[in-house]
């Protein structure tokens, strides 16, 4: 690599070496920022130059006296001593005058160039720089070697801003200090050429993906309109599976709310007429909301009923007869749970309490799989919650369940529901209880019973208005009448 080196005569000598070792070229390096002096100091060094560091002016001045540097890059704002001065001081010596000397600043006006020229400096970069650009700026100084112009240097007065700077420096140093300013100027506007042409691209590439989030945004939209189509018509056929009209019957009356929390309701109830002599009521929650919950549901809701089918779980007929046979509560509950398992229904569970009253003896047998108890009425006593245990529907396999009987008279009550009853949350998450509900039975037992299952449902709604119920609500009511 050649290495060029100025004799003092005006001429330059060159040394070549080949196959001979050379001493590196020596950086010293003037920067307060230590982050800032050692990412400067690993470019140059892997650049293959030996580089020194100073954290101030005075430092670097001490440096400078202790061992000629080849080249000096210093930052203009310093503590101790500024860059301003550390120049100034370098090339009011003879011995170190002719180091070429870069000033680094985040100063850009035309003052703080017209200074650098006033102390002597050969270069000027302004921060934050490429590192390639001041390599670059590096090895233009160590191709044109300075002179000593000593003090024949002419004094130059410069006029700018209304205010007049003198300046005395060598022509040489003129031309180097003007050309990296204007070479420095180029740079920054090509940075800015660079930063328009990123901020076109980013703007075309915005733009490309505002109009496919438009696209996709429509595409949602249409989807959302087609699933609350969807959800309304489901919601519909869940509807229209509820028992519409009462079965006419003088020895009983039934009355019933259901009260979806969402579109589509886990909750079921129905009032089924078996035979002559049969009724069958019951409530039914699965667990979960939303279209799963309710598809399984609407499913348990078809398998309860009272028409003769492969799929029907309430009757069956008698072999050789046209009669039909009552199937009882505990093998609806353990025939639900065989066909039902957990596993196979995406881990969806359901509770349930069904049950059958005879018309003839005022009997209600019934069985209650994981679901709330049921709550009897007598004509002229107090609300009694009749609770039983039992596993939910699915949970597992081979369950036995149990069938209560309950003994009604003329004028009794009774009530199913679900737990969106008595769980439902006032606004600091207190539950209703099972005690408030009771207390509504009592307060109703002279109305209707149509009203009274009107007046529970309000004290929910009442009870948790601030956030309205979280889940589905179901009240069936029945009132022996002879």
């Known amino acids: 690599m050649p290495m060029a080196f100025w004799n003092g005569n005006g001429t330059i000598d060159h040394l070549f070496t080949i196959g001979i070792a050379s001493m590196p070229i020596d950086i010293l390096i003037a920067e307060d920022s230590r982050i800032q002096a050692k990412m400067l100091q690993k470019r140059l060094t892997d650049a293959g130059y030996a580089v020194r560091w100073a954290e101030n002016g005075k430092d670097a001045l001490r440096m400078t ?6 080249i000096i890059i210093s930052d203009i704002e310093m503590p101790v001593m500024s860059g301003y001065e550390f120049c100034e001081t370098v090339k009011k010596d003879p011995a170190t005058r002719t180091i070429p000397l870069i000033l680094l600043s985040t100063l850009s006006q035309p003052e703080d160039i017209i200074q650098g020229l006033h102390v002597g400096a050969d270069n000027y970069v302004t921060k934050p720089y490429d590192t390639s650009y001041l390599l670059a700026r590096v090895t233009d100084l160590l191709s044109t070697p300075l002179g000593d112009d000593g003090d024949s240097s002419e004094v130059l007065n410069v006029n700018l801003s209304g205010k007049t700077y003198q300046v005395k420096a060598g022509t040489q140093r003129i031309l180097n200090l003007l050309v990296s300013t204007f070479a420095n100027a180029v740079e920054k506007n090509n940075e800015l050429v660079r930063a328009n042409e990123s901020l076109s691209l980013a703007h075309d590439e915005l733009a490309k993906s505002n109009q496919e ?5 429509q595409t949602l939209e249409n ?3 087609r699933m609350s189509r969807d959800l309304e018509a489901a919601a519909k056929i869940q509807q229209s599976l509820l028992p519409t009209d009462a079965p006419k019957t003088r020895i009983a009356k039934v009355a019933w709310n259901y009260t979806p929390c969402d579109e589509l309701a886990g909750d079921f109830l ?3 007429q078996l035979d ?3 009724l ?13 919950s309710s598809l399984l549901s ?4 078809r398998v309860l009923t009272a028409q003769v ?6 009757v069956e007929p008698i072999e050789g007869s046209d009669e039909l046979k009552i199937v009882s509560p505990a093998k609806v509950a353990a025939e639900l749970n065989a066909r039902f398992p957990m596993e196979a229904q995406g881990n969806l569970y359901f509770t349930i309490v069904y049950g059958i009253l005879n018309l003839e003896t005022r009997e209600f047998r019934f069985t209650s799989c994981g679901h709330p108890g049921v709550v009897h009425l007598p004509k002229d006593g107090k609300p009694e919650l009749i609770e039983t245990e039992g596993f939910a529907i699915g949970w597992l396999e081979d369950i036995e369940f149990d069938e209560h009987v309950l003994k009604l008279s003329a004028g009794d009550r009774l009530f199913l529901y679900s737990d969106g009853v008595p769980e439902a949350m006032d606004h600091d998450l207190n539950e209703l209880g099972n005690e408030r509900m009771l207390e509504e039975f009592s307060h109703s037992s002279s109305r209707t019973l149509d009203e009274s299952v009107q007046s529970l449902l309000e004290l929910v709604k009442t009870w948790s208005h601030q956030n309205g119920p979280k889940d589905d609500i179901s009240i069936l009511g029945l009132q022996i009448e002879a």
């Open 223 to 225: 989807s959302n309109q």
């Open 298 to 301: 609407v499913t348990i809701g």
């Open 213 to 217: 989030l438009a696209t996709v945004n």
């Open 309 to 314: 089918a492969s799929s029907s779980l309430l």
């Open 270 to 272: 129905n009032v089924v």
């Open 65 to 70: 006296l202790e061992q000629r540097p080849d």
């Open 280 to 292: 069958a009521l019951f409530v039914v929650d699965v667990s979960g909301h939303g279209v799963a």
């Open 276 to 278: 002559e002599k049969h």
